[in-house]
């Protein structure tokens, strides 16, 4: 590989590509040493699965290594892609973005979370629930607060007590509780009063 420039910066090979920067700026040259972009950017990472993250003017995207852009929009702020989706953030709102370069929900949220086993906590108006990978809600109510899902179930906390709801939308108990931790081997220990009881799957309690 030769290159015509001498560079401030040389990266590491990664999927036959690596960074490099010029004059505060970078680029990606490929093994042949011939530059991937017109555009040299104010940063980029390193190509991974076909793609990297580049910025440009303070606003962030993911560039493909045909040379195209994931997303026509450019955002304030771009995560990590995780089950598929990647957070991104444009006027303090929050959304996700898919490999496709399209937004998962019409609605924009004033917090989330990352994907984790099908799901993602988001938040609006101060309240929260969960948003699927087909960008539909989860659960009916909006919440005051959401756990990740542990084995299929996850805390859920509304009007000061506490519940579980599964990956279908349903409580597990018909009640609520002072308190309840995440499920593990398949029990969850929760709180009724001073009295405590581990709660199994199916929703019966058992004295602790």
Wanted: net charge negative; aromatic share 22%.
């Amino acid at each position: 590989m030769k290159t015509d420039n001498w560079l401030d910066y040389c990266g590491m090979f990664y999927e036959g590509t690596a960074r490099v920067g010029l004059n505060e700026k970078w680029n990606i040259i490929s093994n042949k040493g011939k530059y991937m972009f017109k555009t040299w950017f104010d940063w980029i990472g390193n190509f991974k699965q076909g793609s990297a993250l580049v910025s440009l003017g303070n606003k962030w995207n993911y560039i493909r290594n045909d040379g195209k852009l994931l997303s026509v929009m450019w955002f304030d702020w771009f995560g990590k892609f995780n089950d598929d989706f990647a957070m991104v953030m444009a006027c303090d709102k929050h959304n996700f973005i898919g490999k496709d370069g399209k937004l998962l929900s019409d609605v924009w949220f004033d917090d989330c979370n990352y994907f984790y086993e099908g799901f993602a906590q988001v938040a609006l108006n101060g309240k929260w629930n969960y948003i699927d990978v087909d960008g539909k809600f989860l659960s009916s109510t909006w919440l005051e607060w959401c756990d990740h899902f542990k084995e299929g179930f996850a805390r859920v906390m509304l009007d000061g007590k506490w519940n579980f709801i599964s990956e279908g939308g349903k409580y597990l108990s018909d009640a609520w509780f002072d308190y309840a931790h995440s499920f593990k081997d398949g029990f969850a220990p929760t709180q009724i009063g001073k009295i405590w009881y581990y709660i199994d799957k199916e929703g019966g309690l058992h004295e602790h």
